[in-house]
Every structure is written in C-alpha cells, then in structure tokens.
C-alpha cells in the first residue's frame, strides 16, 4: 500500500475542506502550504486593481511567493501526493508554485486537484508539472468549492 500525503494550500478555506476531506477517505497524513506572509481578505480582493493577488497576477516577478516552512518530515516516505489548490486567473494559487519549485519529486506519483467557482483546471497542473521538474503527474482533478462530500468520495474512491 502506497503512503499517501495530502498537501494543499487554501487562501480561503474552500481548498482545505476538500482537502481534509481527502485524507480523511484516504486515511492518508496532511500537510498544508503556509506563505510567511498570509493573504488577507484585502489580499485577494480581484476587484482591486492595487490589491495583492492581483498585482501580482499582473507582475509575475511578484509571484515567488516565500513559505513559512517546506519541512515535511518523512517527505521521502510518501509514494504518492495529492496536491490542492484554488485556482487563481486560470492558473495555480502562487504559493503552490514555491512549494512545487522547492520539493523533490523524483519517485512520487502526483495527483493534483484544484478548487474554483467558476474557472476550469486550465494550465494549472501542466504549469505545475513543468515547475517540478520530475515526478509522475496525473491527471488534474477540479472541484467547485463547496463540492459535496459524495463528490469527492467518488474521486477518492478511484485513487484507492
């Protein structure tokens, strides 16, 4: 049996429900992608041109994006990660990027899934998959945001 590790990052707790979620039905460990600097409500606001999300949408010098801490104890361990995200102008949420560019993915199967209310997967997992520079990448899996739990035991159910 395969050791699973569900990481994800959630800016407004919709990608986290989902997440805990997962590895509840997966019975798998958790860890969750944490910036040094938290996005605030203020933050993400899409409207706002001056706002931190979409500045830096629109400079992408903006988007590395410093994380509290990449320390997984036993990173090595897992065979297989399921990796969530929102998804934020058709791409992933930055922080996963910095996480992705920073971790090891050789000889881990990566099951990436993203939350949204209205966007596609987009280029998301494939912009994912050529930041990590290895790993076995599948097919990307897209959740509203208040997906219903039967939702997502029907995915996790497949991952088995």
Known sequence: MNKILVVYYSAQGHTQEIAEQIAKNLNADIYEITP??????????WMDESARATREFNDKTLRDVALSDINIPNWSEYDTIILGYPIWWGIAAWPTNSFVKAMDWNNKTIIPFCTSHSSGVGESDK????DANGGDW???MRFYQDAPASAITKWTDTIK
Do not use: F, H
Request: charged content about 30%; overall charge negative.
């Open 127 to 130: 912009l994912l998959k050529a």
């Open 138 to 140: 599948q097919e990307c």
């Open 36 to 45: 040094k600097n938290i996005y605030t409500e203020a933050d993400l606001n």
